[in-house]
């Protein structure tokens, strides 16, 4: 049976735990398929102040996830970013140690919980069309593709209602 994890917001107070963020950021970008990928911020600090900005009109953005007493991965989301009434789902990280193990359902199911309990009606997340496990995760836990995301058209919109 798939271990229990714990979803806690993002302590920008903690430098470590930024640094964590900061890492788990760039290697989820670095290992990215989307070839026009890139690191939204230019430092931790930057990613810090990004996160505490947004916080302000969304305090639910930024979450690191726990397993014992370790940061295993990170959730950072938002609110109607290409559709009024929506939650969107900017990454999902989990330590490649902890992949394929049924750990994902668990994200997902925070960040469905955590969109409907703010009355959201469905929830949307991007991913490139040559992430193949990524589109088949997604699909299997309800997403269906839109098509071209309306400001980056190389990858796909997806979404799913609550």
């Known amino acids: 049976m798939p271990t229990s994890l714990q979803f806690l ?30 690191i939204p911020w230019q430092s931790a600090e930057d990613m810090k102040q990004a996160i505490i900005n947004k916080r302000h009109t969304w305090p639910d953005c930024a ?58 009606h469905c929830v949307q997340l991007t991913t490139s069309p040559a992430n193949a496990s990524a589109r088949v995760f997604y699909k299997k836990h309800g997403y269906q593709e839109l098509g071209p995301r309306p400001d980056k058209p190389h990858l796909i919109l997806l979404e799913k209602p609550l």
């Open 63 to 120: 979450f690191h996830i726990w397993q014992d007493e370790q940061i295993v991965g990170q959730i950072e989301c938002d609110v109607a970013r290409f559709k009024p009434g929506s939650g969107y789902v900017n990454f999902y990280y989990l330590i490649p140690e902890l992949r394929h193990q049924g750990l994902g359902h668990q994200l997902v199911n925070f960040t469905d919980t955590l969109f409907r309990k703010a009355g959201m």
């Open 9 to 38: 917001p993002l302590n920008t107070e903690n430098e470590a735990d930024v640094a964590i963020a900061w890492q788990f950021r760039t290697e989820r970008i670095a290992a990215d398929v989307d070839p026009l990928a890139v």
